[in-house]
């Protein structure tokens, strides 16, 4: 039995091997893999928005809160440190390096003071974890300052990770229901970012093998403004068109 698993395990390094390798050849041709009714990450990219958000929020005055503050690789950064002039909070399920605060993000608010305000709220790789994410925008809300800023990144397209708490995947007009013009948030900038080829294996249904994908990307990003405060804010009374604006579900094709 320990040889057969041996065997396995062997057999599916030298598959990936194989799968990288094939990816290499074929990575002129990733182009034909994007699709232009899919909004690319524009200013806040993945690699870029860390550093622009320190650039604005990095200064005397200013309340951070990061939500999913916990160092869980090797090369992060502290982010304590990058917002020195600043007032950092880290905020995570467990206690570790860069967390300040624990608790449950879906009761987010009870951890801090009555009226306990912030600049910005930001939370990277996190929201696909949360089981209730509708919870914790709500709970977000009730802690940034009118003209504060909320910054989430997340995953659109990505394998499964950390489970079994790995919840949602998400897209751009996902989290612009999250955070709408019903609870108050102008949208400033969303975007995919990271794109990823893709096909179906050959242990899919038959009719699906081999299939290529398009329009996938592993990140998502999003950033909002809070122009105002809503009272009482409650996703029951809130109607399709104050979330979702002028788009529609597509209609189906005219005979």
């Not at 799968?19 to 899919?38: E, H, I």
């Not at 939370?123 to 696909?128: D, K, P, Q, R």
């Not at 080829?197 to 999003?222: D, M, P, Q, T, W």
Request: charged letters at 25%; aromatic letters at 16%.
């Amino acid at each position: 039995m320990k040889r057969k698993r041996t065997f396995k395990k062997m057999r599916r390094e030298a598959s990936l091997i194989m799968a990288r390798w094939l990816g290499k050849l074929s990575a002129p041709f990733d182009y034909a893999f994007l699709t232009d009714d899919v909004p690319m990450a524009k200013n806040y990219t993945h690699l870029e928005w860390f550093e622009k958000l320190v650039a604005k929020y990095n200064k005397p005055g200013m309340r951070i809160l990061e939500i999913g503050s916990r160092e869980v690789t090797p090369r992060s950064v502290i982010r304590s440190k990058r917002f020195e002039n600043a007032e950092y909070i880290g905020f995570d399920f467990y206690a570790g390096p860069n967390v300040d605060v624990v608790g449950d993000a879906h009761k987010l608010s009870s951890y801090f003071k009555n009226g306990e305000k912030f600049d910005l709220i930001f939370s990277t790789s996190c929201f696909e974890h949360f089981a209730m994410p509708w919870v914790v925008a709500t709970e977000i809300d009730k802690l940034l300052k009118i003209s504060g800023t909320v910054f989430i990144e997340t995953h659109f397209s990505f394998s499964a990770h950390e489970r079994p708490w790995n919840f949602f995947q998400f897209s751009d007009m996902g989290l612009k229901v999250l955070f709408s013009p019903a609870m108050g948030y102008r949208c400033i900038e969303t975007g995919f970012d990271n794109p990823i080829v893709g096909r179906f294996s050959n242990k899919a249904a038959k009719y699906l093998r081999g299939s290529l994908l398009k329009s996938l990307y592993c990140h998502i990003e999003f950033y909002a403004e809070k122009m105002e405060h809503i009272s009482d804010f409650d996703w029951q009374q809130v109607q399709l068109d104050e979330v979702v604006g002028d788009t529609k579900y597509p209609a189906p094709p005219v005979n």
